[in-house]
C-alpha cells in the first residue's frame, strides 16, 4: 500500500439494502445482510494499487445497515475546470483523458468497471495528476443490487444503462437482473465530462430528469453526438475550434452503439495519445514478500547520497502507508461517526420521525414518502490528522528509521524511547492501544518484513516482545518460515473439481467463526471454501477432519485477501504443531498426544490430576477439541491472535503448556466439582484470561525438561533450522523432536506402557544437561538459588555408592515400598520434602514407575523418571562414588 504523501483520509457513507427478517435462505440460516455482503467485497479493493486511483484503506460498518468507507482523498476535483473561467487547453483536456483511462483501463484488468464517473470523483492531486474516487461502488454492492439507490449519475449515464432502467431484487414487476456494466459505459461517461471540460459548463442541469433521459436517448438518431450536444447547449464556436485530436476523442467517446464504442484499453493506444503517452511510464505493481522475483530490482540511490536526508520540518507521518496512518488514526482517538456526525452528514432523528404516518390529537396527519438519508450522499468528509499528529509529536525522527544492528543499543535514548522502554513491562492490551508504542513496533516490523528472510532472525528475536496487530498476518508468515513463490503454487492446486469432502466443507463454513462479519460474508465462505479443498487436494495422504476449518480462520482472517499466503501458514502451522493428526485413522496419534498431556498436568499440578483422574474426568472428554483446532474451536479470534503469537514462537510441545495453564485457572473449581459439573463446566468454557494463560504457559514450558514430551509420532527431525521459543542458546530454546538421536536419547515406548505411568520420562541427556547447568551455577536456579533439579537414586545403598550421578540422593526402594508395592515408608520422611518443587529425576535400575507415582499421589510436582534407568549413564563415565572414609 502506498504512502499518504500530499493525500488525505476521507470517509463517505451510504446504506445497504434492509432484508425481511422472517425469510431464511436454502440452508435454512438467515439472509445474510446486504451490508455483510457489501463487506467481504470491499476487501478486495484494498489491494487495487495504481497511481490514478484513489487507494481504499478500510470499511465499517454501523448500525441499521450503515456503511462508512475510508479511502485516500483530495480537495480538488474536475469540478474546478467545468466553469467558463477555468477552461483547460486542449493539452490539459488530453492529459485528464489520458490519465482518466490509464485508471479505467488498470480496473479493467481486474474485473471492475466504474459506472459512477463524475466531476466530483475524478480528484486532482498536488500536482494536478488525476485520481479516480469511488470506483469500487459499483463492485462492492454487486452491480447496485445491494443498495436501494442507483449507482451513477442521470448526466454522465452511457444510453445502453439508462436503457435497461433502474433495478432491485425485491421488485416482483423485475423478473431478471440487468447485465452487469462493462467497460464501455465508463467511456460514454468520459466523454461527457471531457464535453463538459472544453465547452467550460455542465450539461444537461436546468432542465426535468426524465427530459434527460429522454434527450440522452434520442442521441442514438443522430450522427454527430458532440455536434448535437454543442448546439442543445450554445457552444457549438467554442467546441468547433477545438483541435482536431479532442474532437476526435469526444467522437470516440460519444458513441452511441456500445458495439462500436472502443474500450479504455483501446483508447489508450488511440494515435489521439501520441504526444502524451512518452511522459508516461507505464504502471509496476510492487513485488510481494512472498514471490520469486527480486523485491529490490527497482530500487536506485540517487546521484547525491545527501538527498536521502530529511529536513528538520519534514513530514515523517506521510511518509507511511495510507493504512497505517489511518491505524494510528484510530488508535489515537479517531471516530468515523462522530467525524460524519459533525459534518450532518450523520442526523439522528427521534423515533417518531421515522414512521410513515403519525396522527396529532387534534386529527391532523403528518406523512412522510421514502426517508431520503437512506439514498446516496456522495460527500466525502476529510479525516483530521491534528489529534494524530499531536500526539506524535514528541516522537524522535530516528525513530522513523530504526537501526536493525546491534549498534542500536549504544544510541542515546530520547525521552520519548525511554518511555516505550517502560511501555514493554505493561499489559498487551494496553500496549495494544498506545499510539506511540504501536508506530514504534509497526515501523521496526515494516523494516525487517522488507528484509525478510534475511531477517528472520530478528524477526523472531521482536516477536518475543509482541507483535503489532496491523502487520500479524506477516509476522506469522515470517515465524512459520514461509519462503518462496506461493501464489503460482496456489494456483497449481486444483481448486474447482467436486471431491468427496466438498460437502463437509460445504457444512462447516457456516458454523465456522460466524460473528466475525469478515468470515461470515459470501466472499469470506468462497474463500474459506477454496483454502480448505486447496489443502486437501495438496495433502492426499491427509484427510478433512472437523476442526479444520477452524485452523484455516486465523490464517484467512489476517491474509483475507492473500488466499495463497493464508494456504501456505496453514499447510507450515499443521505439520509443526499437528502432524498426522488428519490421518484417515489418527486415533493413535490423538491417544498418545492426550497421554502426554495427562503426564504434564500430573507433571505440573499433581493435586489436580489426583483429582480429575479419581472423578475419571480424562482429557479424552474435553482436550480434543483443544489440539485438534490448537484452541480456535474454543476462543474467539482476538484471544486465539495473542495465544498464537507466543504459540508459533514455540515448539511442538508448546500446546501442552497452554492446556496446563488453562486448567490452573479453572483450578478451584475444578477441585470442587464432581464429574457431572465438570462436564457441565467444559460444556460452556468460563472466561479464560489469555494474557494470563500466555505468562503461565511460558513459564510451565520454560520447567518443561525438552524430553519429558516427546512423541513417537510427532514431527520427523528437521534437516536444519531451530524453531524454539528463545533463539538463543538456552536449555529449552528447541524441540527436542529436531534434536539429533543419540544412545542417551529417549526410547519410544507402547501406547499401553505409555499410559501406564503417571510421571513423563526425560532422557539421559536431559538429565546431564540439567546436572551440568545447575553444577555451573548458570541461569538454571530458581529464586532462592536452588539447582532446579535434584536427582533421586531409588536404587539400594550398595549400588548407589558403586556409582551415581554427583548430588544426587539415595532413597532406596525397597526400604520404601513392600514385595506388593505397597508403602512402608514414606519419601518425604527421608528428607525429599526440602526438595519439593524442584524437578525430581527418579533414577532405578528397571525405571520402576511405582516410586514416582507414590510422589505424585503426595502431590510433589515436577516429577519424572529417567528413561533407560542407571544403565543408559554408566557408558557415559559420568558416575562417581564417595571418597573413602579416613
Known sequence: MRSLKDAQLGAFTFFASALPHDVCGSNGLPLTPNSIKILGRFQILKTITHPRLCQYVDISRGKHERLIVVAEHYENSLSIFQKPENTPSAEKVLQIAYEVLEGLEFMNKHGLVHRALSPNNVLMDCKGNVKLAKFGLYHMTDHGADVDFPIGYPSYLAPEVIAQGSFHPSDPSRDEAPLPSGPKSDVWSLGILLFELCAGRRLLQNIDISERLKFILTLGCMDDIVTVLAEEHGCLDTIKELPDSVLELLRKCLTFLPSKRATPAELLRDPVFNGISCHYTPFQKPVSL??????????????????????????????????????????????????????????????????????????????????????????????????????????????????????????PQSNSSNELSAAVTLPLIIRERDTEYQLIRIILFDRLLKAYPYKKTLVWKEARVDIPPLVRGLAWAGLLGIEGDIQAKYEGIDKDTPIPTDRQIEVDIPRCHQYDELLSSPQGHIKFRRVLKAWVVSHPDLVY??????????????????????????????????????????????????????????????????????????????????????????????????????????????????????????????????????ILLFSDLPEIDIERCVRESISLFCWTPKSATYRQHAQPPKVAGDNGFVKTSTYYSSDYQDMPKTDLSREPLSLGDLKAEVSPRISAEDLIDLCELSLSGSSKRNKTGKPKIVAVDIRTAEDFNRGHISGSINIPFNTTFGPENEVVQCPAAGGLQSYRGRVIVVISHNMKSAFAAHLVKMSFPRVCILDGGINKLKPTGLLTVPSPQI
Open 290 to 411: 512472498f514471490s520469486s522475483s527480486l523485491r529490490c530490482a527497482h530500487l536506485v540511490l540517487p546521484d547525491d547520497i545527501s538527498d536521502l536526508c530529511k529536513d528538520d520540518d519534514e513530514d515523517y507521518l506521510s511518509e507511511r502507508a495510507i493504512d497505517e496512518v489511518y491505524y494510528l488514526w484510530c488508535l489515537a482517538g479517531g471516530d468515523l461517526e462522530k467525524e460524519l456526525t459533525n459534518q450532518e452528514i450523520i442526523q439522528s432523528k427521534p423515533p417518531i420521525s421515522t414512521l410513515p404516518n403519525f396522527v396529532l390529537e387534534d386529527g391532523e396527519t403528518f406523512g412522510q414518502g421514502r426517508d431520503r438519508s437512506f439514498l446516496l450522499d456522495d460527500t466525502t468528509v476529510t479525516l483530521s490528522l491534528c489529534q494524530l499528529r499531536n500526539r506524535l509529536k514528541d516522537v524522535a525522527r530516528e525513530a522513523y528509521y530504526p537501526l536493525l544492528e546491534d549498534e542500536q543499543s549504544s544510541l
Open 545 to 678: 477432519w472437523q476442526g479444520l476449518d477452524s485452523l484455516c480462520a486465523p490464517f484467512l482472517y489476517l491474509n483475507f485477501n492473500n488466499e495463497a499466503l493464508a494456504y501456505a501458514c496453514m499447510s507450515a502451522f499443521i505439520p509443526k504443531y499437528l502432524y498426522n493428526f488428519f490421518l484417515k485413522d489418527n486415533s493413535h496419534v490423538i491417544q498418545e498426544y492426550l497421554t502426554v498431556f495427562s503426564q504434564m498436568i500430573a507433571f505440573h499440578d499433581p493435586e489436580l490430576s489426583n483429582h480429575l483422574n479419581e472423578i475419571g474426568f480424562i482429557p479424552d472428554l474435553y482436550a480434543i477439541p483443544w489440539f485438534l483446532t490448537m484452541f480456535t474451536h474454543v476462543f474467539p479470534l482476538h484471544k486465539i491472535f495473542h495465544l498464537w503469537d507466543t504459540l508459533l514462537l514455540g515448539n511442538s510441545s508448546f500446546p501442552f503448556c497452554i492446556g496446563v495453564a488453562i486448567l490452573q485457572q479453572l483450578r478451584d473449581r475444578l477441585l470442587a466439582n464432581g464429574f457431572n459439573e465438570c
